[in-house]
């Protein structure tokens, strides 16, 4: 019998600002890691999670509902930026919905994303923009399912040029649909240099 473990990033904003939280065992035994936002010039960086999907492709299901299908357009964008940068492909399958809540040691393992204001049951932090977690396999690092949540509890839009930072702000969601993937890729933050993957959410869009 395969055990399947968890491990979860956050991405958490505090006017503006990602902040880095604490690793934790949970007595469950999945294995918690936070996550955040990058900031910085056009210098970038990345620092790698230490796991490597079987194959150097892996598909989200894709059907976040609202905006008149602007959020499914970019995350799509989101997707195929990283395309054009990584030998690595983000394929989507369009108007299809995978519970990112699900466990793939009872269901089939497939990547999921939505809007949500919990993570599961569990609450969002109050400084939270959103969630990335990775199925794992115990003992081979090898990851099989991935899900990516946004909290309902920020506003959201998509836009160009200087994040709009503050304690009410309006977030891009391509932007953190973006680290979020990064993390879904296998990046972990970067905190020497200025990137997409730094602890802090910026100007930096790719």
Same mark, same amino acid.
């Given at each position: 019998?395969? +055990?399947?473990?968890?491990?979860?990033?956050?991405?958490?904003? #505090?006017?503006?600002?990602?902040?880095?939280?604490? %690793?934790?065992?949970?007595?469950?035994?999945?294995?918690?890691?936070?996550?955040?936002?990058? !900031?910085? %010039?056009?210098?970038?960086g990345y620092e790698v999670r230490g !796991?490597?999907?079987?194959?150097?492709?892996?598909?989200?299901?894709?059907?976040?509902?609202?905006?008149?299908?602007?959020?499914?357009?970019?995350?799509?964008?989101?997707?195929?930026?990283?395309?054009?940068?990584?030998?690595?492909?983000?394929?989507?399958?369009?108007? %299809?919905?995978?519970?990112?809540?699900? &466990?793939? &040691?009872?269901?089939? #393992?497939? &990547?999921?994303?939505?809007? %949500?204001?919990?993570?599961?049951?569990? #609450?969002?932090?109050?400084?939270?923009?959103?969630?990335?977690?990775?199925?794992? +396999? /115990?003992?081979?690092?090898?990851?099989? /399912?991935?899900?990516?949540?946004?909290?309902?509890?920020?506003?959201? #839009?998509?836009?160009?040029?200087?994040?709009? /930072?503050?304690?009410?702000?309006?977030?891009?969601?391509?932007?953190?649909?973006?680290?979020?993937?990064?993390?879904?890729?296998?990046?972990?933050?970067?905190?020497?240099?200025?990137?997409?993957?730094?602890?802090?959410?910026?100007?930096?869009?790719?």
């Amino acid at each position: 019998i395969r +055990i399947l473990l968890l491990l979860k990033g956050m991405g958490q904003a #505090a006017f503006g600002k990602l902040q880095l939280g604490r %690793s934790n065992i949970l007595a469950t035994g999945l294995l918690l890691t936070l996550g955040f936002l990058g !900031y910085g %010039s056009s210098v970038q960086g990345y620092e790698v999670r230490g !796991y490597v999907w079987p194959e150097a492709t892996t598909a989200f299901h894709v059907s976040i509902p609202g905006a008149n299908g602007l959020w499914n357009e970019t995350f799509e964008i989101a997707a195929q930026q990283w395309n054009d940068v990584t030998p690595f492909t983000f394929e989507t399958v369009p108007n %299809s919905f995978k519970d990112p809540c699900d &466990n793939p &040691n009872d269901v089939t #393992a497939r &990547n999921g994303v939505k809007f %949500s204001d919990t993570i599961c049951g569990e #609450a969002f932090g109050p400084t939270t923009l959103a969630v990335q977690t990775t199925w794992w +396999i /115990q003992g081979e690092q090898t990851p099989i /399912q991935s899900g990516i949540w946004f909290s309902t509890g920020y506003e959201w #839009a998509v836009y160009h040029g200087p994040t709009d /930072q503050g304690p009410d702000g309006i977030f891009d969601f391509r932007r953190v649909a973006m680290h979020e993937l990064g993390h879904a890729l296998g990046l972990d933050h970067e905190e020497d240099v200025p990137s997409l993957m730094h602890a802090v959410v910026s100007d930096i869009e790719l």
